[in-house]
């Protein structure tokens, strides 16, 4: 069966870095779109940021937009959420989703991990 595990998540505080992975098994990974997801207590879920299946083609919401940056390796089956300058409102916990167009919507994605938490202290 498909699966996505996410890890890297961790407490920082307002400024640090942390590089979060999700780990795919079971799909083949090169064909899929990866987006990275967020949803703060409370809130919906919100999008970060996609990369497309060859990693040429990348898109970001405006509030993590010069800060993150998408990645993935298709010889591992990973993708990488690099967030710089991280500020207390990015903390929530992040999902990485695997889909078939390069979407920001949460139901454009079949395939979801089960997330990981980032908090940011200030």
């Known amino acids: 069966q498909v699966q996505l595990v996410e890890s890297g998540g961790g407490l920082v505080q307002a400024g640090d870095s942390l590089r979060l992975s999700c780990a795919a098994s079971g799909l083949t990974f090169s064909s899929y779109t990866m987006g990275w997801f967020r949803q703060a207590p409370g809130k919906e879920r919100e999008f970060a940021a996609y990369?497309?299946?060859?990693?040429?083609?990348?898109f970001y919401a405006n509030s993590v937009k010069g800060r993150f940056t998408i990645s993935r390796d298709n010889a591992k089956n990973t993708v990488y959420l690099q967030m710089n300058s991280l500020k207390p409102e990015d903390t929530a916990v992040y999902s990485c989703a695997a889909g078939a167009l390069h979407s920001d919507y949460p139901s454009h994605y079949h395939y979801w991990g089960q997330g990981t938490q980032v908090t940011v202290s200030s």
């Open positions: 990369i497309s299946s060859t990693g040429r083609s990348t």
